[in-house]
């Protein structure tokens, strides 16, 4: 396929959750330029072009510890997604007995290697619920602690209504359980300042595709230095370091790095990642777009944002916030069938369904009407390139849907 047959197509994409587009320009070059003129691998040959390659492996994990606020840069592995970094993560760091606790909020990337490997490693599961807003309450949190809780594993915000969890609360649910704490960032990161020291966070997993704006193929795993002699590698193979051993040593972060890492995607994910230490201001640029989306769905009355309207108060718990993401339905449509208009008749592409985290969805406001029609949400996500017209493109769509005009 010489280019890509949509390439001309006018589209406005909103689906940033899922993936960032367009990808951080400068980090594309970059990509770009290792791939015609370098195109080594790390960490195995010491001639010029393989150090070069070396020198990008460790300038990702500097930009990418100082981002998390990790003490020193090689607590960070890097991994082709945020589901491998959660995978390996959870294996690294389980033994069997341990009770893990986590939240209905999760996305399948988490929920699903716990659910798999209950009986294989030994482990039990406690999931709490999650309210109106997708919001799991960390007070409600204690009621599951058991003697065995070693876990306590969530992300820092939703996927399906965008709701940020409080994490400072559930730090110290871990720490009163005297359990490790984990945190997904695969939605927050490059929205949301985070900090491991500050939050106590033994091992934070992320995207670098999402909110980075970094090319697909890219995340990483940080794991503090107390974890890291006795973690469990999930995979096994080339490191290039002890080749002469069968057994390859037990090195970190050769624990998660195993086999060719994705070059292109790590230099383009340590130039994004470098950006957002220098110019952290640039977090918050998405704000105001979003907003506005916000402000002009609410236009319609047919149309409910899941999650968005309820009282804190009534709930008994803070305020939440939110990243650029909200899910919606709307009265007579069923939300596959709105994805499908939006694309086919306006280029304003969306996402509808469950979105990889099928338990949030019985919380929420109107989850009656899904569970009928049983298809799950429209999930419409801005992200930090999203513009202003896009957003006034895709309300006009909704504008000519709902309205006829
Ligand atoms: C909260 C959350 N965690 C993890 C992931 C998995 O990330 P990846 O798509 O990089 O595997 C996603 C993906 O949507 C997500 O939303």
Known sequence: MADHPESNRARVYLDHAATSWPKFEPGVAAAERYVRCCGATAG?????????????VQAARKALASLIGAPSLDSIALCTSGTHALNAGLWGVLKPGDHVLTTAMEHNS?????????????????????????????????DFITPKTRLVALGHASNVTGAVQDLEAWSQVAQDAAALFMVDASQTLGYLPIDVRSMN????????????????????????????????PLLFGGTGRASESLSGG???????????????????????????????????????????????????PQVHLLGRSVAAASLGTP??????????????????????????????????????????????VHAEQHAASNSGTLR??????????EVTVALRAFRGILKGE
């Open 44 to 56: 195995r040959g010491a001639y010029h072009s393989a150090l070069e390659a070396e020198r990008w």
């Open 110 to 142: 988490l929920l699903r290697p716990l659910h798999h490997w209950k009986e294989l490693l030994g482990i039990t599961v406690d999931i709490v619920p999650t309210d109106e807003r997708g919001i799991a309450n960390p007070l409600a949190a204690r």
């Open 201 to 232: 966070i033994d091992v934070l997993a992320a995207a670098g595709h999402k909110g980075l704006r970094a090319l697909h193929g890219t995340g990483f795993l940080y794991v503090g230095h107390d974890l890291q002699a006795g973690f469990r």
């Open 250 to 300: 037990q090195y970190w972060p050769n624990a998660v790095e195993v086999g060719n890492l994705n070059l292109p995607g790590i230099v383009s994910m340590a130039v994004a990642a470098e950006h957002f230490v220098e110019s952290p201001a640039a977090v918050h640029q998405w704000q105001a777009v979003h907003q506005l989306l916000l402000q002009g769905l609410q236009e319609f």
């Open 319 to 364: 305020a939440a916030s939110y990243i650029p993401v909200v899910s919606l339905s709307v009265d007579g449509w069923d939300v596959h069938d709105l994805a499908s208009v939006l694309d086919d008749a306006f280029g304003i592409e969306v996402r509808a369904g469950w979105h990889c985290a099928a338990l949030v969805h019985k919380g929420l």
């Open 380 to 389: 419409l996500s801005t992200g930090a390139s999203t513009t202003v017209e």
